[in-house]
């Protein structure tokens, strides 16, 4: 898949250059393949930083359900400046993660909309899964 910087498309989606930038450098900091996270952005979301799914608790560029994106910034938000946010995340008596003040929670999952977070957190879970996806 070629990116073109002067059409700056993907699969017939515009892709902004924050989002194109955002994905090069988690690219570059995880040595997940680039246009791996190019395609999962354009098949996610179209590469639309702020989508919401329907269906699901899914948000963000990379569609990241809210248990997965607190799994993330759980295991990696230290890394990414998160390291506040991500001490409070924890397994709830329910079994699932949480955090005990809702409101801080809110802030967590409202995260999925950055662009930037979005496409390093990406980049982590591809590597986290790594052989899984094809990338080394």
Same mark, same amino acid.
């Given at each position: 898949?070629?990116?073109?910087?002067?059409?700056?498309?993907? $699969?017939?989606?515009?892709?902004?250059?924050?989002?194109?930038?955002?994905?090069?450098?988690?690219?570059? *900091?995880?040595?997940?393949?680039?246009?791996?996270?190019?395609?999962?952005?354009?098949?996610?979301?179209?590469? @639309?930083?702020?989508?919401?799914?329907? +269906?699901?608790?899914?948000?963000?560029? &990379?569609? &990241?359900?809210?248990?997965?994106?607190?799994?993330?910034?759980?295991?990696?938000?230290?890394?990414?400046?998160?390291?506040?946010?991500?001490?409070?995340?924890?397994? @709830? *008596?329910? $079994?699932?993660? $949480?955090?005990?003040?809702? *409101?801080?929670? +809110? @802030?967590?999952?409202?995260? +999925?909309?950055?662009?930037?977070?979005?496409?390093?957190?990406?980049?982590?879970?591809?590597?986290?899964?790594?052989?899984?996806?094809?990338?080394?």
């Amino acid at each position: 898949m070629a990116v073109d910087p002067q059409q700056a498309t993907v $699969g017939g989606h515009a892709l902004p250059p924050d989002v194109l930038q955002s994905i090069r450098s988690a690219s570059a *900091a995880t040595g997940v393949d680039f246009k791996f996270l190019v395609a999962q952005a354009s098949l996610e979301s179209g590469f @639309q930083a702020d989508v919401t799914a329907k +269906r699901s608790s899914a948000s963000g560029l &990379f569609q &990241f359900t809210s248990q997965t994106w607190l799994n993330m910034i759980r295991d990696h938000g230290q890394k990414y400046g998160q390291g506040s946010l991500a001490s409070q995340i924890a397994t @709830q *008596a329910n $079994g699932k993660l $949480g955090v005990a003040d809702k *409101a801080t929670e +809110r @802030q967590i999952l409202d995260l +999925r909309k950055n662009a930037t977070l979005s496409a390093q957190m990406a980049a982590e879970l591809g590597d986290d899964l790594g052989g899984q996806l094809g990338c080394d």
